[in-house]
């Protein structure tokens, strides 16, 4: 069965941190790619990090680029999205995503999601 779980999210003032924790059944976890998504209320799902597991490469929405970064612990078959210097902005649910070979917004399997909300 294919899991994603993600964990971690919560409430946080701007200029803060936060790191999301994404644990994958052993299938999602050896995927061809991962990603973590969000959606704030009234928004699209947008993707905002992408990371190919076989070349190691990972591609950063220009509006987290610097701020956010994606991590893999293989031991534990969990992704880490460490997110800093956190703005109101980044408020929305975030979703865990693997294998990008198809499926909604190109993925085809995802998480429950996890809160994140960041005051000013």
């Known amino acids: 069965q294919v899991q994603l779980v993600e964990s971690g999210g919560g409430s946080v003032q701007a200029g803060g941190s936060l790191r999301l924790s994404c644990t994958a059944s052993?299938?999602?976890?050896?995927?061809?790619?991962m990603a973590w998504f969000r959606q704030a209320p009234g928004k699209e799902r947008e993707r905002v990090v992408k990371?190919?597991?076989?070349?190691?490469?990972?591609y950063y929405d220009d509006s987290v680029e610097g701020r956010f970064t994606i991590s893999l612990d293989n031991a534990k078959n969990t992704v880490y999205l460490q997110m800093s210097t956190l703005k109101p902005d980044d408020t929305a649910m975030y979703y865990c995503?693997?294998?990008?070979?198809?499926?909604?917004?190109?993925?085809?399997?995802w998480g429950q999601g996890t809160q994140v909300t960041v005051s000013s």
């Open positions: 990371f190919y597991t076989l070349w190691g490469r990972s």
């Open positions: 052993e299938y999602a976890y050896s995927a061809n790619c």
């Open positions: 995503a693997a294998d990008c070979s198809g499926g909604d917004w190109g993925f085809r399997y």
